[in-house]
């Protein structure tokens, strides 16, 4: 007989899904798996990610390190929980007079906006799929929004994750270039001008012809406004998908 139990999740998993506690041992009052998430998330907020420790939080709650135990077994479980608060819930399905491009690019917006309030998500390593309750209600509203588009499901999934992997890829392109113009002391609004002075020095012309048709474009000559970069590069993904989703329209209209 098949068991359809799956296999056993993690402490944490469960947690989340209030599938079941975990067993106090002579607890310090007050003290909860929320409270350690909530203290662990604002020592993210206010410090990075590498200022996460057990004994960090601990310190936040005033209590001893060891009493964090007895409610999250290791650093991993912590992490795994704060990556759900962090996101916090999904902005919900879409507006019903909304198209499916307009759903999921509000609904691609609103991850882009948590990683830029919270980039120390970014420096959590994904080690699978979305299993915890706010990331698979942000990957359901994603999937919501594209009901009306006629495409495969598997189709849908593959949009999602082209999507998220784009807010993803630019939040971390994003964050890496702020923290790298901090550490060069790089004033805010002149790090392009300033890549445009050293290109200018050390490209030669020859070499590098198209280079410096942009140089001469203007193109370099003041920074680019971040949102601006996003949303050319999300069009130009939903650009793609509405080709996909008329190519499938007009498949079964031909049959």
Known sequence: MQDDSGPALPPAIEHVWGLRGRPPRGPRPGLSVDAIVDAAVRVADADGLAAVSMSRVAKELGAATMALYRHVGSKDELLTLMVDAGYGPSPGPSASDQDWRAGLTRWAWAEHDVLRQRPWLLHIPITGPPITPQQLGWLEDGLRCLESTGLAENEKMSVIL??????????????????????????????????????????????????????????????????????????????????????????????
């Open 162 to 255: 082209l999507v998220t992997g784009y807010v993803r890829n630019e939040a971390t392109l994003t964050a890496q270039v702020a923290e790298g113009s901090r550490a060069a002391g790089v004033e805010p609004g002149e790090l392009m001008p300033a890549y445009r002075r050293t290109l200018s020095r050390l490209a030669d012309p020859a070499r590098f012809p198209a280079l410096h048709r942009v140089l001469a474009a203007g193109v370099l000559d003041q920074d680019d406004d971040p949102d601006d970069e996003f949303t050319f590069g999300l069009d130009r993904i939903l650009d793609g998908v509405e080709t996909l989703v008329r190519a499938r329209a007009s498949a079964g209209a031909g049959r």
